[in-house]
């Protein structure tokens, strides 16, 4: 018996679902999705619905004052009969972390993969058996209560919504170097999966489109001289051979997908720097060669190269590889992702078996 309730109208949600044969990343929603509400510090019990509207009252505090925490993770099935995860403890733990910078009840351990289980395996037969297709998962928490008071909710709403999806990036990125706008500060919310930083970033990355450029690069909030990240994604530099990437600097999203790739970059043998990057060495660096290549990382594109760096006032920087260490790192964590591959470190776990009745 499981631990949810499952709405006698998921069947027929599930039943009613065809998988388009293009999948883009987040076009296509899966027809069921998972509900749990917690009131005074106590989680009533969840609920697998299928996938639909809403209620909300306008005066809930996550529409008023944005509280709003998420998570964003895949389950791969890829010539296996039942899907994976990849490093779901490690997504469990970040989200409690964000709850707690934005002062919200965290959502416990076992309800985070009751909820993830319930899902992934509810969506068993729309998870793509295709490598590089994988299911995504947005599992999120917001503030229900209302209110404009000056203090945390006490009401919260646990929610895991899930996409069947390629990979998300199709292609080389151009990245466009932010000089003005300021996506997060050391002692803000940077840290948090907290979709604020998104509402932050918003405006630089439709003026970076505006000009022809795939994203946003971030830099510090006090000089506006250190890399941090792209809007959603982490970022290295191939320099002499070895990798370099912003340290984590209290304002930079520590990404799982940055953190694998230092563990597997030095398991296969490369260096690996975190530091302090400066913009203007960085660019000096492509200009000269010295740095060799750059791409961003994290759990929707994977790894995904750099094609060109561009500054404010329009100079490009166009690295001399494109996919180079990229592309090798990038197949090495697919294939643990995947289990097509040995997993030395333990990163992956099989969703548990679905056990209620749809
Ligand atoms: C989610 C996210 C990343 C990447 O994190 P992963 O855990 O690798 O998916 C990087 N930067 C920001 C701002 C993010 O929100």
């Keep these: 018996m499981a631990g949810f309730d499952v709405s006698p109208r998921v069947a027929a949600a599930i039943k009613a679902f065809t998988v388009p044969e293009r999948l883009g990343f987040g076009a296509v929603w899966a027809p069921v999705m998972f509900s749990a509400h917690c009131r005074e510090g106590r989680w009533g019990r969840g609920e697998l619905l299928p996938y639909g509207p809403i209620e909300i009252l306008p005066g809930a505090r996550v529409l008023q004052y944005g509280e709003l925490v998420f998570e964003g993770m895949k389950?791969?099935?890829?010539?296996?009969?039942?899907?994976?995860?990849?490093?779901?403890?490690?997504?469990?733990?970040?989200?409690?972390?964000?709850?707690?910078?934005?002062?919200?009840?965290?959502?416990?351990?076992?309800?985070?993969?009751?909820?993830?289980?319930?899902?992934?395996?509810?969506?068993?037969?729309?998870?793509?058996?295709?490598?590089g297709r994988s299911l995504y998962l947005r599992p999120f928490l917001y503030g229900a209560e209302t209110g404009y008071m000056l203090r945390n909710s006490t009401e919260f709403r646990f929610m895991v919504i899930a996409n069947p999806v390629e990979s998300y990036a199709s292609g080389p990125m151009r990245v466009a170097v932010e000089r003005s706008d300021v996506r997060a500060a050391v002692g803000g919310v940077g840290t948090a999966k907290a979709s604020a930083n998104y509402a932050a970033s918003l405006r630089a990355?439709?003026?970076?489109?505006?000009?022809?450029?795939?994203?946003?690069?971030?830099?510090?909030?006090?000089?506006?001289?250190?890399?941090?990240?792209?809007?959603?994604?982490?970022?290295?530099?191939?320099?002499?051979?070895?990798?370099?990437?912003p340290e984590l600097d209290?304002?930079?999203?520590?990404?799982?997908?940055?953190?694998?790739?230092?563990?597997?970059?030095?398991?296969?043998?490369?260096k690996v720097h975190e530091r302090r990057?400066?913009?203007?060495e960085l660019l000096a660096q492509v200009s000269s060669g010295a740095c060799e290549e750059v791409f961003a990382c994290g759990t929707a594109a994977i790894v995904s190269p750099i094609s060109v760096l561009a500054d404010r006032d329009g100079r490009e920087y166009t690295p001399k590889t494109i996919d180079g260490v990229a592309a090798r790192l990038r197949e090495a964590l697919l294939a643990i992702q995947e289990r097509r591959a040995a997993d030395p470190f333990g990163w992956t776990r099989d969703v548990a078996p679905f056990t209620a009745t749809i």
Excluded: K
Aim: hydrophobic residues 45%; charged residues 20%; contains cysteine.
């Design 75 to 131: 389950a791969y099935c890829v010539g296996r009969e039942w899907p994976n995860l990849f490093r779901a403890r490690d997504n469990w733990q970040r989200f409690a972390r964000s709850a707690e910078r934005l002062s919200m009840t965290p959502v416990p351990e076992d309800l985070f993969f009751e909820a993830l289980d319930a899902v992934a395996g509810a969506c068993r037969p729309f998870i793509p058996n295709a490598t």
């Design 205 to 245: 990355s439709s003026a970076a489109a505006a000009r022809g450029y795939t994203v946003a690069l971030w830099l510090d909030a006090r000089e506006q001289r250190y890399i941090q990240e792209l809007s959603g994604m982490n970022l290295f530099a191939v320099i002499g051979g070895e990798l370099h990437t």
């Design 250 to 270: 209290g304002a930079i999203l520590a990404g799982i997908t940055r953190d694998s790739l230092i563990q597997l970059a030095r398991h296969l043998g490369l």
């Design 277 to 280: 990057i400066a913009i203007d």
